[in-house]
């Protein structure tokens, strides 16, 4: 699916606009690609022009919501089919997004693009081939190719995120000639589709699967099992946990994913919200 390259529109982004508009300023500077970029429109007093197209001035926003423009209007980002599914701005530009509800990338802190790479800094991928088990929005995998990565190889099951990596300026396109081919995404659930990749094929490893409720699957022996398998020895997997509650949930899973990352042949250590492996 080939990237929109239109304006994406959240309400503060808007307010200002109109702002603008209604001071009688006939331009606007600010950024419409999620604070990736700045740029002008030209305002009129029906219409505003941004990269020479027009667009209308949307009714009423919501909070929490990007738009972006579908071809006849200003539309959420945002799917349904099963799970609603919707890209969320943050305060730091580059956005997390939601199923149902449930947030499924940290953003309290810091930008879920920085926390991505901190998290990637712990496994080298400088020169690297990498496996990303989970791309989700593919911060992981951006960082990785900011990092000087030699190959990616990410798997997301989801067509909807799928999309919204599409919509998303801060996800990567694995066809921008800049990444010169080094990304490969492949829609597929990466518990079946790890069979296929070959032995001790992959330098380093990302694992960020959705919590344990959700995908018990990606937390088994079974699957840690395969992990082992595709790794070379001495190559490191960070495995991301979040720190879920155990007073309220009864389980310790960083501690429960770390014993069983080193049945499958890992040494293992809690690092910051997940678990660090070295492949034995």
């Not at 929490?64 to 209007?73: A, F, L, P, Q």
């Not at 000639?177 to 492949?186: D, E, F, N, V």
Request: glycine share 8%.
């Amino acid at each position: 699916m080939s990237h929109y390259s239109g304006p994406l529109l959240t309400r503060p982004v808007l307010d200002t606009l109109l702002a603008a508009r209604d001071a009688g300023e006939g331009a606007w500077r600010g950024s419409l690609d999620l604070g990736r970029s700045s740029g002008d429109a030209v305002l009129a007093p029906d219409a505003w022009e941004w990269k020479g197209l027009r667009y209308p001035y949307p009714h009423k926003l919501k909070d929490r919501t990007i738009y972006y423009w579908d071809g006849e209007e200003f539309s959420p980002v945002s799917r349904f089919s099963g799970s609603l599914i919707k890209l969320v701005p943050t305060e730091w530009g580059a956005p997390t997004f939601e199923i149902d509800g449930i947030k499924m990338l940290p953003t309290s802190k810091e930008s879920p693009f920085e926390d991505a790479r901190r998290k990637v800094a712990l496994v080298e991928p400088r020169g690297k081939v990498l496996l990303d088990t989970c791309g989700g929005l593919g911060y992981f995998a951006a960082c990785c190719l900011e990092g000087g990565v030699a190959r990616v190889l990410s798997f997301e099951k989801n067509p909807d995120v799928l999309w919204l990596r599409t919509i998303n300026p801060w996800s990567p396109d694995p066809d921008d000639p800049a990444h010169a081919g080094r990304l490969q995404l492949t829609h597929a659930d990466v518990s079946q589709a790890i069979t296929q990749v070959a032995d001790a094929s992959v330098d380093a490893l990302l694992h960020d699967p959705p919590r344990f409720g959700i995908a018990g699957e990606l937390y088994s022996q079974v699957f840690y099992n395969q992990l082992a398998r595709v790794l070379r020895r001495g190559g490191r997997l960070f495995h991301y946990t979040g720190s879920p509650n155990k007073l309220t949930s009864d389980r310790d899973v960083p501690r429960e994913v770390a014993t069983r990352l080193e049945k499958a042949g890992f040494k293992a250590q809690l690092a910051l919200d997940g678990v660090l492996a070295t492949r034995r």
